[in-house]
Every structure is written in C-alpha cells, then in structure tokens.
C-alpha cells in the first residue's frame, strides 16, 4: 500500500504548471508601397511629387483612407549617424492620381532617383477616424 501512495505523490509533484505565452509576431503598423516613379508630362518630371502604388489598393475610393497618413523611405547608408547605418525620408500622402489606385507622395527631401521600385512603409497614422 505504502509503494502505490507514494508513486501517486512523485506523479503528483512532476506535474508542473507550465505559463503559456502568447509568440505571435507584433502588430504591423504600416503597409506596403512600391515607389514607380514622379510625376510627369512628356517633357518634364516633377521630383518633389512621387507616385507610390500601394498594396491592395486598386481605386480611388479606397486610397482616399490613405490620404494625410506618413510615409517612410528607409535605406542604408556606409557611415553611422546616432548609432545606426540606416537612415529614413520622410513624407505624406497628399492625393490620387488617377483610377487605379496609385497616390502622390511629397517629402521633405525629393526621394533620390536610386528608389524607384523599392518599397515604402505607409504608416496607418494620423488617424482621421
């Protein structure tokens, strides 16, 4: 009797309550763009108008949500500055241009010409909800 007592408290005492956390991935607050170029005419482009064509935004009434939110342009660049290599542009959504979706972007400095076809970060804020 004593041996089938005491088996039930070592099963009792390896049992270990075990904390589950939760490991999802943190909250992505910003979406992808491409950058496909500036505005232009057939004989002038203006530099300090980018057109950005977001992901799954395919028409106009769906990129105004997009208008006012922040934009940023990241790179990496040889030197440190404030610890880091990379280094950012930033600017804001300003309107639509045209019917598919694709938005003008101004930033404080003009996005070099290197940056075409990269990818942005829009940003969900401000928030005008």
């Given at each position: 009797?004593?041996?089938?007592?005491?088996?039930?408290?070592e099963a009792t005492k390896s049992v270990?309550?075990?904390?589950?956390?939760?490991?999802?991935?943190?909250?992505?607050?910003?979406?992808?763009?491409?950058?496909?170029?500036?505005?232009?005419?057939?004989?002038?482009?203006?530099?300090?108008?980018?057109?950005?064509?977001?992901?799954?935004?395919?028409?106009?009434?769906?990129?105004?949500?997009?208008?006012?939110?922040?934009?940023?342009?990241?790179?990496?660049?040889?030197?440190?500055?404030?610890?880091?290599?990379?280094?950012?542009?930033?600017?804001?959504?300003?309107?639509?241009?045209?019917?598919?979706?694709?938005?003008?972007?101004?930033?404080?400095?003009?996005?070099?010409?290197r940056a075409i076809g990269s990818t942005?970060?829009?940003?969900?804020?401000?928030?005008?909800?």
């Amino acid at each position: 009797m004593k041996g089938q007592a005491d088996q039930k408290k070592e099963a009792t005492k390896s049992v270990k309550k075990v904390k589950t956390t939760n490991k999802s991935a943190p909250v992505r607050l910003w979406v992808k763009a491409a950058f496909t170029g500036f505005r232009r005419s057939k004989v002038q482009q203006n530099e300090n108008q980018a057109l950005l064509k977001i992901q799954h935004v395919e028409d106009v009434a769906s990129s105004r949500f997009y208008w006012g939110k922040r934009v940023a342009y990241i790179y990496k660049a040889h030197t440190l500055q404030n610890n880091t290599k990379f280094r950012t542009i930033w600017g804001r959504i300003s309107k639509s241009h045209g019917a598919n979706g694709v938005v003008i972007a101004r930033f404080g400095r003009n996005l070099p010409p290197r940056a075409i076809g990269s990818t942005l970060r829009v940003f969900l804020y401000p928030n005008r909800a």
